[in-house]
């Protein structure tokens, strides 16, 4: 159902490649809510993945984009305003990656080029792309963006090896920049720290699926779907929020705020 709560707005969307994406369903939402989007993402996800197919539902333009590089990022933005007409109203950051758990080294054991990379991807793109939208003043007042966490920048989950620290890092930046950004223009930055979800990259972590089950008996409410937080993202985006900034937001079904369960009381109990 869609309350049009962006009517008139302009968005850019990074990360969306494929409809297992959560930034594939904030597109989709975006656009059902009234808005503009310009869909974005590396050359080579471009190829990988079917954004093409997305662009078509959401009616957008695809801009390629490295987010580790500033001047891809400035064309971005320049171009962006260009096709939308003005300046930008909402940003999605939904880029992850580490080249560690893709290899599988143990966090013992990491190779640092491949942390490097990874932090760079992860979590150094976002205070790159801040940097490059706030020279270029991309931004309109009271505008909203939002990166996607998760709760390993708090808690230690092995399997999370290095993006852990990736997390732990684009939150600090959200509030950081959050300062400086709703100085200037009002502008307010948040992450939200979502629940475990079958993404193509979640999926890809060793032990997912059986956490997943765990943290969705954990939850009073269950695991928090991908459906679901991109409408809290359209709620962050929207002109209801205005002023929420600087804030790590957990979306995780009560998650983060639960000790044990009953159910996984009950568990241990038959053992």
């Known amino acids: 159902m869609s309350h049009n709560l962006l009517k008139g707005k302009k968005g850019i969307i990074f990360g969306a490649l494929d409809d297992k ?14 808005a503009d989007i310009v869909l974005t993402n590396a050359p080579i996800a471009l190829r990988m993945g079917s954004i093409h197919d997305l662009a078509k539902k959401c009616n957008s333009k695809i801009i390629a ?18 096709y939308l007409g003005g300046k930008i109203d909402f940003i999605l950051h939904s880029i992850g990656m580490s080249v560690n758990v893709r290899k599988k080294r143990q966090y013992t054991d990491l190779n640092y080029d491949f942390l490097m990379k990874g932090l760079d991807v992860s979590a150094v793109s976002f205070h790159k792309m801040l940097q490059s939208a706030f020279k270029l003043e991309a931004i309109s007042d009271w505008g909203s963006i939002i ?3 998760y709760i390993a920048a708090q808690r230690t989950f092995p399997d999370y090896n290095d993006m852990a620290e990736n997390k732990a890092y684009l939150e600090s930046v959200a509030r950081s920049f ?27 972590v060793t032990g997912f699926d059986a956490f997943f ?5 954990l939850s009073p409410l269950g695991n ?43 568990i241990f109990k038959k053992k």
């Open 21 to 34: 994406s959560i930034a594939w369903k904030v597109a989709l939402e975006s656009v059902a809510n009234g």
């Open 65 to 82: 984009a490295d987010a580790t590089s500033l001047d891809d990022l400035n064309n971005l933005f320049s171009e962006s305003m260009d």
């Open 147 to 149: 990166a996607l966490s």
């Open 178 to 204: 959050g300062y400086h950004y709703g100085k200037s223009n009002n502008v307010r930055i948040n992450t939200i720290s979502q629940s475990p979800t079958m993404t193509t990259a979640g999926s890809g």
């Open 213 to 217: 089950e765990y943290a969705n008996k």
């Open 224 to 266: 928090a779907s991908s459906e679901d937080c991109a409408k809290y993202c359209i709620s962050l985006f929207s002109d209801y929020t205005k002023l929420v900034t600087m804030q790590n937001l957990f979306h995780d079904g009560g998650f983060s705020s639960t000790g044990v369960s009953q159910e996984l009381i009950d």
